[in-house]
């Protein structure tokens, strides 16, 4: 009798576990995989596709409103949230399906039900199979951390909530100043909703670049949005259909939806890690993992959002088929996790990709910024006040480009095409080397010729 059952057990169905299934089938490993709740995991099913699919429908007003200055006289529209939701739901639940059968095609078998360790092979079904395994993978992901308790925490919804509200809110309160919080932000915004933003720190979108954190401000507060900084929610008080959030300045604010989004925290509780003896990461609460995704376990590891070190779902199908060439594959491949390019589908969009300015200027003694702000080509005929921001980051020594950052429409489409660029260390002059493209906004990355700052570091004495 074979020693074990399978040569992989993964735990979670999203977008990294399904990857690695997949890849190692491939490789000829016999293959199971548990998700408990549904195929595709967060992206697909309560995260980046829904999301983008409201962010679309909710650009449809603005659609609307800039067409008069192009000559079109667009009839009173009308808007149906229901109908969002339903198509919404179909497509889901389309890419559940599509997710199910190309893991079956692969060869691998796909258990709906939860799985928990006994021991460091054993994993126990909630249908009570157990199944012995060579090797596990753990792909559970994050989920919305409300954060410390306060009175009232009852009645505050998260992101996954959002997708299925019943109807449009008038008036929504957003606890938050990140990604999905700002998101969040510009869809209920554009469709119609009065929004206020409350974020506990200076400004939204810490961590990125202090020209994209101002500007992106300016511009939400430009379309309507309130935000609030400096301040956190105390209090949520239910009034019949109608909230009043009490925030720590003093002030209070009305609404139809109170909503959180201040962080996730990674789904390790409740899986039997203790009896598998797989180590959390104290500093982030992740399972911790080395560079390879392998746990304090030899033949376990993990990916994706579990182990919190990068929150982006192409970082964790890339951590799973890494894992899957180098375990099943005999082909060791080692994900960097440098220069990663990310969007905030906010309204406006940004891209961004390498460093920011201020990381720059930490990590290199001399360098150059190229920055350009304009009005949109769109925006000279529909009347709208909004501005593009483009900006390269660039060692003054080397002339190496170490990052883009970018507002304004198509930023995300932009920046995944200059991440290439960045990746293979292109220098400002290559990027000038190349000829324009108009006319575009993007254009703007290989016409700027001067630098709008340049900085030294002075060496300590």
């Not at 497509?91 to 021991?119: C, M, P, Q, W």
């Not at 932000?185 to 554009?190: D, K, P, R, V, W």
């Not at 994900?335 to 390019?341: E, S």
């Amino acid at each position: 009798m074979a020693e074990y059952d399978i040569d992989l057990f993964v735990i979670g169905g999203g977008s990294g576990g399904v990857r690695a299934a997949r890849i190692a089938a491939s490789y000829g490993a016999k293959v199971m995989i548990a998700e408990e709740y549904r195929m595709g995991g967060t992206c697909v099913i309560r995260g980046c596709v829904p999301k983008k699919l409201f962010v679309i429908g909710s650009h449809v007003r603005q659609e609307l409103e800039d067409a008069a200055g192009f000559g079109w006289t667009v009839p009173q529209a009308s808007f149906d949230w229901p109908t969002l939701i339903a198509n919404k739901d179909e497509e889901i639940a389309r890419l559940e399906a599509a997710y199910t059968v190309n893991v079956e095609k692969s060869g691998a078998r796909v258990v709906k039900t939860r799985a928990v360790f006994e021991d460091s092979h054993t994993l126990r079904l909630a249908t009570g199979e157990t199944v012995k395994a060579d090797h596990v993978l753990i792909a559970t992901g994050g989920a919305p951390d409300h954060g410390a308790e306060i009175p009232g925490i009852e009645h505050v919804i998260s992101s996954n909530d959002a997708f299925h509200l019943p109807e449009l809110p008038r008036r929504v309160v957003i606890q938050g100043g990140g990604y999905i919080a700002l998101e969040f932000a510009g869809i209920f915004s554009g469709f119609g909703s009065d929004v206020t933003v409350i974020y506990r720190g200076d400004n939204i979108l810490r961590g990125f670049d202090e020209d994209i954190r101002v500007q992106v401000r300016a511009e939400m507060e430009k379309r309507g949005i309130t935000i609030l900084t400096r301040c956190t929610v105390t209090k949520v008080a239910r009034h019949g259909k109608e909230f009043t959030t009490h925030l720590s300045n003093g002030s209070s604010i009305a609404s139809e939806q109170v909503m959180f989004a201040i962080g996730r925290i990674p789904n390790v509780a409740n899986l039997g890690l203790e009896k598998a003896g797989v180590a959390i990461n104290p500093k982030n609460g992740g399972i911790a993992v080395d560079g390879w995704s392998k746990t304090s376990v030899p033949h376990i590891y993990a990916i994706g959002d579990v182990t919190h070190r990068r929150n982006l779902t192409p970082v964790a199908i890339r951590e799973g088929h890494a894992f899957a060439d180098t375990v099943f594959g005999k082909r060791p491949v080692r994900v960097d996790h440098a220069t990663i390019p990310t969007a905030v589908f906010s309204q406006p969009e940004v891209g961004t990709v390498g460093l920011t300015e201020t990381e720059a200027r930490a990590q290199f003694s001399h360098v150059d910024i190229y920055k350009a702000t304009f009005r949109p080509i769109k925006a000279t005929m529909s009347g709208r006040d909004t501005r593009v921001l483009m900006k390269l980051v660039v060692d003054g020594v080397s002339d190496r480009v170490l990052g883009c950052h970018i507002i304004g429409d198509a930023a995300a489409e932009i920046i995944q095409a200059v991440a290439i660029a960045v990746k293979m260390k292109a220098r400002k002059a290559d990027f000038d080397a190349t000829l324009a493209l108009h006319p575009t906004a993007a254009e703007e990355l290989v016409t700027m010729r001067v630098p709008t700052a340049r900085h030294v570091r002075q060496a300590a004495e």
